[in-house]
């Protein structure tokens, strides 16, 4: 969509009707549904001399849904979002990343086209900053410096992510009026996580519950990249003569997804195949409604769709 000023020459614009509801733990859900009904009754803060907060900075590990989230809230307050790229704005020119930022910035104010700033690996430009010591690195500061004043003054929604919130300086924390801390999903949520990306396919509560086990300290991501391996071997392998079996089907599909080095290895890489999650898995793993058809799901069980966060 062609937007006013092309501020999409600063980044990527995520649409509202892009945007993909997170599966989150009920914590997280109360704090984002509290932080939306701020927004939605600002003219009533206004009336006692307050304004809702607008500043968001989310920090959390690689992969656990800080970009998701984000675009998820845009999309909650029917916004769309600019996603910067830092390499649209960081010049080696002396002067011209400030002169860059105030377009930036400026666009973004502007009222009548309103957009959500995701800057993500927010942390970089607080290490640049700790790093300045010399007389060189002082345009380089001023330009941190530039940002940190625009985002104050910004009167538009921010949301900054980072994977090191312990890292950040304070001069930069504090410039933000709402902290978040991602955390990795818990068997729930990563029992429904399969659940949705598993799908059309689908497996039986328990041997959900044994996977969802198996995939502790797994994050969205990579139980993601799972799932779709697994899809794209009971389609393409039978094509391409593969052995379907189920150890070799998971083992193939295993090789190819590599846990991030920050978030740690589940235990379902760690064994493998000989995993007992893996020899509870049906096989073939079948459709979901076929499952649905034979067991209606017991109470509370993955897929009754209460842990999502609904888009209104
Ligand atoms: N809560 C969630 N529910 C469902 N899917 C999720 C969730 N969080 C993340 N995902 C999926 O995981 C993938 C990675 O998510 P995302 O890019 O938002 O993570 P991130 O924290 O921004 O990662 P990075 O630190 O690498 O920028 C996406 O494909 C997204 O669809
Ligand atoms: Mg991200």
Redesign the pocket.
């Given at each position: 969509m062609a937007r006013a000023g092309d501020i999409s020459q600063f980044g990527d614009v995520f649409e509202p009707d892009e945007a993909?509801?997170?599966?989150?733990a009920r914590g997280m859900r109360d704090a984002l549904q509290e932080w939306l009904e701020e927004i939605w009754a600002e003219a009533d803060l206004a009336a006692v001399g307050i304004s809702a907060r607008r500043r968001a900075l989310?920090d959390?590990?690689?992969?656990?849904?800080?970009?998701?989230?984000a675009?998820h809230l845009a999309a909650r307050l029917g916004l769309p979002m600019l996603a910067v790229r830092p390499e649209r704005v960081i010049s080696k020119y002396v002067g011209e990343t400030g002169e860059r930022l105030g377009r930036l910035f400026d666009l973004a104010s502007n009222a009548d086209d309103p957009i959500v700033l995701f800057i993500?690996?927010f942390d970089a430009l607080s290490r640049q900053r700790r790093r300045s010591e010399q007389a060189s690195d002082d345009s380089r500061n001023e330009e941190v410096n530039t940002l940190l004043q625009r985002i104050e003054q910004h009167e538009g929604f921010i949301i900054a992510?980072t994977?090191y919130g312990a890292h950040i300086d304070q001069a930069i924390w504090r410039r933000f009026d709402i902290h978040l801390t991602?955390e990795l999903?818990g068997q729930r949520?990563r029992e429904?996580?399969v659940a949705?990306?598993l799908a059309p396919f689908g497996l039986p509560a328990d041997a959900l519950r044994a996977l969802g086990e198996s995939l502790e300290t797994a994050?969205?991501?990579l139980?993601?990249k799972l799932c779709e391996g697994l899809k794209r071997q009971f389609v393409l392998g039978p094509k391409l003569g593969y052995d379907m079996t189920r150890d070799a089907t998971i083992a193939r599909t295993l090789a190819t997804i590599h846990p991030h080095p920050d978030v740690g290895k589940p235990r379902l890489w760690s064994h493998g195949e000989n995993d007992s999650a893996v020899r509870a898995l049906p096989w073939p793993i079948r459709r979901a409604d076929e499952i649905a058809a034979n067991a209606a799901p017991a109470d509370g069980a993955p897929g009754a769709p209460d842990n999502v966060v609904r888009l209104r």
């Open positions: 993909q509801e997170p599966i989150l989310f959390g590990k690689p992969g656990v849904g800080k970009t998701t989230l675009h993500d690996e992510a994977n991602l999903p949520e429904l996580i949705r990306y994050s969205p991501a139980i993601r």
